[in-house]
């Protein structure tokens, strides 16, 4: 071999060799000098959750804010202070008097107020003396939301959000702004329906059957909360037929959905898109969100809803008797098997119920042959029907069951109170007597009809079923009692029927009520 070549062999081996140590290196894991290798991201194929992403896309350009603004009427001033001690103005006070010279004083180093100004102010107001009746400036005063029920422009919302406006302005999802006028709203149910005047169609909703909904089922609220504008929450039906106490008609569907402030009239969706209801109470000690929210049932707004587009207002059935519900004791007193009906504490002079032959201590049992289950039951059902209906009204009286037919009256607006009649007979004391096992003792009423409990003994039965001195015992088991006397024939009668418990009608402050009290106390 040449030299060269020796030399080249060697050269050529060293190289190898160096290579072979890099791919041995490589091979082996440690890295190069001048690159980094890094572990992929962690990563979870998680199981499918629902999403509300497209029935919120779908249904949000329905979906507004209502701003609500109210008319502020011009005031007098005279430039000065003018102040209210307890019912007389600043000028009544006597000249003498240390806070008129005060405010005198203090209204005189604050500029004259009463001197030239005051004149400008008289002159004014002689060149234009109807300045004070035009209408004033308006001013925001609450605000809510809303959703359109129809492409051209009509939207509902709650009475509670527009009762006290006079000017409404319709916010929708881009922000746009349009003014609204006020259809008709209903404060029994707490709806209102505004209208957009529009060369446009707009994106509307429809309502649900309600009836199909289920507790458990997923729900989606939108609305605008403490005035943020469209914002979207989601939850559960968490119960149905709530009654929260907010008027006669109460059937609320409540949800778990964060509902706030800003929400009410704002509605709350089904998966598919449809309204099940609409917000607008909620339950919260704190004044926000803890998961308890009420909407109106969409069967009962749409009825409603159809009424204020056609009438402007809603026009109700009315029966005209004030009614309770029906106990396990006043049942077994009545002989009633169920614990079902609505209870007749008094009929209303010259309402429908009164004129047809109904009666206090009766038991409303059915309405033309369906059954009502309670109070609330009765008022939705006869709110339901036209003014005007003939219906029969199934009650129970004297221990069977009976028909009577009905004409419906309209529901006023404003029931009015009924006041006691004025009695100018002399008073006539009249004697004690003691019905000592019920706890009660009572004396004849100065009006002759019914006695008057003047004292309830602690821990008797009578207190424990709420009765009180000044209470007026009226009859006992529908009839009609003026002393003691009375009551004990009644109870002994009662008793050798086999009835273990008496009915007594009693009233307090122009408001009749049935107590229910054992006989075997008696």
Same mark, same amino acid.
């Given at each position: 071999?040449?030299?060269?070549?020796?030399?080249?062999?060697?050269?050529?081996?060293?190289?190898?060799?160096?290579?072979?140590?890099?791919?041995?290196?490589?091979?082996?894991?440690?890295?190069?000098?001048?690159?980094?290798?890094?572990?992929?991201?962690?990563?979870?194929?998680?199981?499918?959750?629902?999403?509300?992403?497209?029935?919120?896309?779908?249904?949000?350009?329905?979906?507004?804010?209502?701003?609500?603004?109210?008319?502020?009427?011009?005031?007098?001033?005279?430039?000065?202070?003018?102040?209210?001690?307890?019912?007389?103005?600043?000028?009544?006070?006597?000249?003498?008097?240390?806070?008129?010279?005060?405010?005198?004083?203090?209204?005189?180093?604050?500029?004259?107020?009463?001197?030239?100004?005051?004149?400008?102010?008289?002159?004014?107001?002689?060149?234009?003396?109807?300045?004070?009746?035009?209408?004033?400036?308006?001013?925001?005063?609450?605000?809510?939301?809303?959703?359109?029920?129809?492409?051209?422009?009509?939207?509902?919302?709650?009475?509670?959000?527009?009762?006290?406006?006079?000017?409404?302005?319709?916010?929708?999802?881009?922000?746009?702004?349009?003014?609204?006028?006020?259809?008709?709203?209903?404060?029994?149910?707490?709806?209102?329906?505004?209208?957009?005047?529009?060369?446009?169609?707009?994106?509307?909703?429809?309502?649900?059957?309600?009836?199909?909904?289920?507790?458990?089922?997923?729900?989606?609220?939108?609305?605008?909360?403490?005035?943020?504008?469209?914002?979207?929450?989601?939850?559960?039906?968490?119960?149905?037929?709530?009654?929260?106490?907010?008027?006669?008609?109460?059937?609320?569907?409540?949800?778990?959905?964060?509902?706030?402030?800003?929400?009410?009239?704002?509605?709350?969706?089904?998966?598919?898109?449809?309204?099940?209801?609409?917000?607008?109470?909620?339950?919260?000690?704190?004044?926000?969100?803890?998961?308890?929210?009420?909407?109106?049932?969409?069967?009962?707004?749409?009825?409603?809803?159809?009424?204020?587009?056609?009438?402007?207002?809603?026009?109700?059935?009315?029966?005209?008797?004030?009614?309770?519900?029906?106990?396990?004791?006043?049942?077994?007193?009545?002989?009633?098997?169920?614990?079902?009906?609505?209870?007749?504490?008094?009929?209303?002079?010259?309402?429908?119920?009164?004129? /047809?032959?109904?009666?206090? &201590?009766? !038991?409303? #049992?059915? %309405?033309?042959? $369906?059954? +009502?289950?309670?109070? @609330?039951? *009765?008022?939705?059902?006869?709110?339901?029907?036209?003014?005007?209906?003939?219906?029969?009204?199934?009650?129970?009286?004297?221990?069977?069951?009976?028909?009577?037919?009905?004409?419906?009256?309209?529901?006023?607006?404003?029931?009015?109170?009924?006041?006691?009649?004025?009695?100018?007979?002399?008073?006539?004391?009249?004697?004690?007597?003691?019905?000592?096992?019920?706890?009660?003792?009572?004396?004849? /009423?100065?009006?002759?009809? &019914?006695? !008057?409990? #003047?004292? %309830?003994?602690? $821990?008797? +039965?009578?207190?424990? @079923?709420? *009765?009180?001195?000044?209470?007026?015992?009226?009859?006992?088991?529908?009839?009609?009692?003026?002393?003691?006397?009375?009551?004990?024939?009644?109870?002994?009668?009662?008793?050798?029927?086999?009835?273990?418990?008496?009915?007594?009608?009693?009233?307090?402050?122009?408001?009749?009520?049935?107590?229910?009290?054992?006989?075997?106390?008696?």
């Amino acid at each position: 071999m040449s030299k060269a070549s020796r030399k080249f062999s060697k050269g050529f081996l060293s190289t190898t060799a160096i290579a072979g140590v890099a791919a041995a290196l490589l091979a082996t894991g440690v890295p190069a000098p001048t690159t980094g290798a890094f572990a992929d991201a962690v990563r979870v194929e998680a199981p499918q959750a629902p999403s509300f992403a497209d029935v919120v896309d779908a249904v949000s350009p329905a979906v507004v804010s209502v701003r609500v603004q109210a008319e502020v009427k011009p005031v007098s001033n005279d430039g000065g202070f003018n102040f209210d001690f307890n019912g007389r103005g600043f000028d009544d006070l006597p000249d003498d008097h240390p806070m008129k010279r005060f405010f005198d004083q203090f209204n005189r180093g604050f500029g004259d107020r009463q001197g030239p100004d005051s004149d400008r102010r008289a002159e004014r107001d002689r060149r234009d003396p109807d300045r004070k009746k035009r209408p004033g400036r308006v001013r925001p005063v609450s605000q809510g939301s809303g959703f359109f029920i129809s492409e051209d422009g009509l939207l509902v919302t709650n009475n509670h959000v527009v009762e006290d406006g006079s000017a409404f302005t319709v916010i929708m999802d881009d922000g746009t702004e349009l003014d609204a006028k006020l259809i008709g709203r209903d404060k029994r149910t707490d709806l209102a329906v505004l209208k957009v005047e529009e060369e446009r169609k707009f994106t509307y909703v429809d309502f649900a059957d309600d009836s199909k909904i289920r507790v458990g089922d997923w729900v989606v609220a939108v609305g605008n909360p403490f005035g943020l504008g469209g914002t979207v929450t989601a939850g559960i039906v968490s119960a149905r037929g709530r009654d929260i106490g907010a008027g006669p008609y109460d059937d609320f569907i409540q949800v778990d959905a964060a509902v706030n402030r800003g929400n009410s009239g704002g509605p709350t969706f089904n998966l598919n898109g449809e309204v099940i209801g609409i917000n607008t109470a909620i339950f919260s000690p704190s004044g926000g969100n803890v998961g308890i929210a009420f909407a109106i049932p969409a069967t009962t707004a749409r009825a409603v809803i159809n009424d204020l587009i056609a009438d402007g207002s809603v026009e109700r059935g009315w029966l005209g008797v004030q009614i309770q519900p029906v106990t396990a004791d006043i049942a077994e007193s009545l002989g009633l098997a169920t614990e079902e009906g609505a209870l007749v504490t008094e009929p209303q002079p010259d309402a429908p119920a009164s004129k /047809a032959g109904i009666a206090a &201590g009766d !038991v409303v #049992t059915a %309405v033309n042959g $369906d059954t +009502v289950k309670g109070p @609330r039951e *009765l008022a939705k059902m006869i709110a339901a029907m036209d003014p005007g209906k003939a219906v029969d009204i199934t009650v129970w009286r004297d221990g069977k069951s009976e028909t009577i037919k009905v004409e419906l009256g309209s529901l006023p607006t404003d029931m009015a109170a009924v006041s006691p009649e004025e009695d100018s007979a002399p008073s006539i004391p009249q004697a004690e007597a003691t019905l000592d096992n019920f706890g009660l003792t009572v004396v004849p /009423a100065e009006t002759g009809n &019914g006695l !008057v409990i #003047t004292s %309830v003994a602690p $821990d008797s +039965v009578a207190e424990e @079923r709420g *009765l009180r001195a000044g209470d007026v015992i009226l009859a006992v088991n529908n009839k009609d009692v003026t002393n003691a006397s009375d009551v004990v024939s009644i109870i002994d009668a009662a008793a050798k029927d086999g009835r273990k418990a008496a009915l007594f009608q009693v009233e307090n402050e122009n408001r009749s009520r049935f107590v229910a009290l054992p006989i075997d106390q008696g």
